[in-house]
């Protein structure tokens, strides 16, 4: 691509345009990197989520790069200026894990008596969010999909320290844990464990699970034989991947949760 030519001194007359965002699973915006090779991109922002609710406390957004004490709002969501030291980050894929720090000073006051009640956080899951200052929502170009892959860590522990000025974490990376297997699920070949719906006589209609259901919603219905029936109240799936194809159709995508592809080898 040509670019304008500038004179020594000279601003650049505007930015060269951005490449058409696509979103695809498991990538994030081009306009990143779009971004990086601009002629004037803005500044990087981090922004954090420290989320302990998984341990009975509560999600703090935070950011040590507001404007004039000012909070930063990205994709909707608040975080709230909070001076703070990041150190250690970084990504390694040989040895020993890094375990990165991270200091809070004003949110001390903040946070204290959760770090007080809930052994020092530990098992709180932090979250670093990187994007360009133009990406917030009142950026030049508001974009809450334009980030870096976001980084998550687990607070190992709280460091020594004088907690009515500033707290100290040591963070591990989330796979950085004893006991810890890849894949954190059982494979099963002959089982999908999506929650299938039940009849409810009461009310004479279908109940889907609310968390886990299996996105099946048709009218046809087969006993856990894989027999057709007529009453609802026999509809159960058999769980196994003939089942799925025998409600969603034979040639149809599934989303069956088994792995039928799956073979023991001797090794």
Not at 106 to 132: N, P, S, Y
Not at 142 to 166: F, K, M
Request: proline share 7%; glycine share 8%.
């Amino acid at each position: 691509m040509d670019l304008p030519l500038v004179e020594p001194g000279q601003a650049p007359a505007q930015r060269p345009l951005r490449r058409h965002r696509q979103l695809r699973a498991g990538l994030y915006a081009v306009s990143i990197d779009a971004e990086k090779q601009s002629l004037a991109p803005s500044g990087v922002v981090t922004l954090w989520e420290l989320d302990a609710t998984a341990i009975g406390g509560s999600l703090f957004r935070f950011t040590a790069q507001s404007e004039s004490d000012a909070s930063l709002v990205f994709g909707g969501v608040t975080y709230v200026p909070v001076p703070c030291r990041a150190s250690g980050f970084g990504r390694t894929a040989r040895g020993q894990q890094r375990r990165p720090r991270i200091e809070l000073q004003d949110a001390a006051k903040l946070i204290l008596a959760e770090v007080r009640a809930l052994d020092g956080l530990r098992g709180a899951k932090l979250t670093r969010i990187r994007t360009f200052r133009d990406h917030l929502d009142d950026g030049d170009d508001p974009d809450p999909t334009a980030v870096w892959p976001p980084e998550v860590y687990l607070i190992n522990r709280r460091v020594s320290g004088d907690a009515r000025t500033s707290l100290t974490f040591e963070l591990a990376n989330s796979l950085d844990q004893a006991g810890v297997m890849i894949p954190a699920g059982t494979a099963m070949k002959g089982f999908c464990n999506f929650i299938y719906r039940r009849y409810d006589a009461g009310s004479e209609a279908f109940v889907v699970d609310a968390h886990d259901p299996c996105p099946f919603t048709g009218a046809a219905m087969f006993d856990a034989e894989g027999e057709a029936v007529t009453d609802p109240a026999d509809d159960v799936c058999g769980k196994r991947l003939t089942d799925c194809k025998l409600r969603f159709g034979q040639t149809a995508a599934l989303p069956y949760r088994g792995f039928p592809g799956l073979r023991r080898f001797d090794i």
